[in-house]
């Protein structure tokens, strides 16, 4: 999911979530984009993965947004700078410790 310029969350693979809006989604560097640059189709060039990681790099709530995505299971598309395979490792990484 990504924040829209209204608060809430869009998300492609499931229309609109009913997961509680978050106050750190106002200041994510992503709000109000396109959300399609971080639900990127499988086999896509990593160029887009790169680009959508760009946003994410300086963000202020990067570390909230991906404890969001961990909290939450999401698995689809980019969120605190990492790809789903990449969060399920941190999140086996943390089951495991």
């Not at 989604?25 to 993965?49: K, S």
């Amino acid at each position: 999911m990504v924040p829209t310029r209204d608060g809430r969350h869009a998300c492609p693979e499931c229309g609109w979530a009913s997961r509680p809006a978050q106050s750190w989604v106002t200041r994510a560097n992503c709000r109000g984009m396109d959300i399609n640059v971080f639900f990127l189709e499988r086999g896509v060039n990593p160029t887009h993965v790169r680009d959508a990681k760009k946003v994410c790099s300086g963000c202020e709530v990067k570390a909230e947004c991906l404890d969001y995505a961990l909290r939450y299971s999401i698995w689809y598309g980019i969120w605190g700078g990492t790809t789903s395979t990449e969060r399920k490792k941190l999140r086996w990484a943390r089951n495991a410790s």
